[in-house]
């Protein structure tokens, strides 16, 4: 089952985010544009950004952190995370909303 913001593959689940640092608060905003839209208080810099999202979305998603993984887009505001198969009923739950 595919949604706008990912796709389930045959061992993972890729994930396409929009981050958006320097924000008031850590939070999972929901699919937009086709990416789920992340916002952080954590700056761009040395990865501090894309650590705090990954805690993020393991926790949104419901899975440890280290399931987690940044697959591109490191300097980039439009990343794509790989999180394990379990993950898809959140993420159903994410995109209807």
Do not use: C, W
């Amino acid at each position: 089952m595919d949604a706008a913001f990912y796709t389930v593959g045959a061992q993972a689940i890729s994930v396409r985010v929009k981050a958006k640092p320097h924000a008031r608060e850590d939070a999972v905003l929901g699919g937009r544009a086709g990416e789920l839209l992340v916002s952080v208080r954590a700056a761009p810099e040395k990865g501090k950004a894309n650590a705090e999202i990954a805690r993020l979305l393991a926790k949104a998603l419901g899975v440890a952190r280290d399931r987690v993984v940044l697959k591109s887009g490191g300097g980039s505001p439009h990343k794509v995370f790989v999180v394990p198969l379990e993950a898809a009923t959140a993420l159903e739950v994410l995109a209807s909303e």
